[in-house]
């Protein structure tokens, strides 16, 4: 049910003018695909999206917040720090904040692509605006993290090579250099690590959450409220739970074929989510096995060259 108006309660309007600064150039998508630059201020996103000022927080560029997701009545909030993304998705338009941004503009480009009706037919897909819009943002997180953990394999693996030749072979040219760059680089590790690890455990999350599960389906509202489930089941019951059970175990009131149109659309909705998360998780969980090995391989480096310090340092 769309509002008519949107009120600010006193302690929202507080949050706004002491620690929000969200106003800024924003590049809207629409439902047709068609792009708009917008000058838009807290308000105007708060009344646009129908969210709160605690959500906007998240937003403002300003404020340090990790990688977070949030599912709200009538819109998704993403503030994907890795990228610096920071967007808005409604069931008809997104959001997207500081699109000239480098690490935004590859994210423009691709959502200007795809969002249009005609790219949906060729790509087979039938999927609401709000998920293919979440797909574009997903996919290019994974490619921005994959790029960055290819370039700390390139830079890693041969410094460490070569620090483990001068120890072995010229231990007196091995230098405060060789070690400040393979620190420098573990340090790296480290925080791209963090990075990736954050956004798979938000991922999940939302895929454990029923109440996230819900409200993220923008398009379809379904009345949850209407439904019941026989036996251990119920309306409360998470939506994973639904989808494991057996089709014969549901039933509706006095045998209401509209209701049992519903919960099996809560079947489906599931396989939908399910589907647009795990596409991300996996790719996600795949560079977390390859920066676990890159850092074993630091870790056996840095032993190494412990060793060999103290072979050096015994009496003759």
């Given amino acids: ?137 997903l996919e290019a997180i994974c490619s921005f993290l994959d790029a960055r953990t290819m370039e700390l394999q390139v830079a890693t693996y041969p410094a460490l090579d070569e620090l483990t030749f001068k120890a072995s072979i010229m231990f007196k040219q091995m230098s405060s250099f060789n070690l400040d760059r393979v620190r420098r680089l573990k340090s790296a590790m480290t925080r791209l690590t963090n990075r990736v690890q954050k956004v798979r455990d938000e991922l999940e999350q939302i895929l454990d959450d029923e109440g996230g599960i819900r409200v993220l389906y923008l398009s379809r509202k379904i009345s949850w409220s209407s439904l019941y489930i026989s036996g251990e089941y119920s309306a409360s019951s998470t939506i994973g739970s639904l989808s494991k059970a057996s089709r014969a175990s549901i039933i509706t009131k006095d045998n209401d074929v509209e209701e049992l149109e519903m919960l099996l659309e809560l079947l489906v909705l599931w396989d939908i989510i399910a589907a647009y998360f795990t596409f991300t998780i996996g790719p996600l969980t795949y560079l977390m096995l390859v920066l676990v090995q890159l850092r074993k391989y630091i870790t056996a480096t840095e032993d190494y060259i412990n060793i060999r310090v103290r072979i050096r340092e015994l009496p003759l």
Avoid: C
């Avoid at 560029?61 to 949030?70: A, K």
């Avoid at 994907?80 to 959001?95: F, G, R, S, Y």
């Avoid at 500081?98 to 249009?116: G, H």
């Fill in 1 to 137: 049910m769309v509002q008519e108006g949107f009120a600010v309660d006193k302690e929202e309007q507080k949050l706004i003018t002491r620690g929000t600064s969200v106003t800024g150039n924003w590049v809207l998508f629409d439902i047709n695909g068609k792009r708009h630059i917008l000058d838009l201020d807290k308000y105007a996103i708060m009344k646009r999206a129908n969210i709160n000022a605690r959500d906007l927080r998240i937003l403002d560029p300003t404020l340090s917040y990790p990688s977070t997701i949030l599912g709200r009545e009538r819109a998704i909030v993403l503030n994907l720090e890795v990228q610096h993304i920071k967007a808005v998705i409604t069931k008809e338009e997104i959001l997207l904040r500081d699109p000239s941004e480098d690490n935004v503009v590859p994210i423009v480009e691709q959502l200007q692509r795809r969002l249009t009706p005609t790219s949906a037919l060729l790509e087979g897909q039938e999927s609401p605006f709000e998920f293919r819009a979440l797909e574009v943002v």
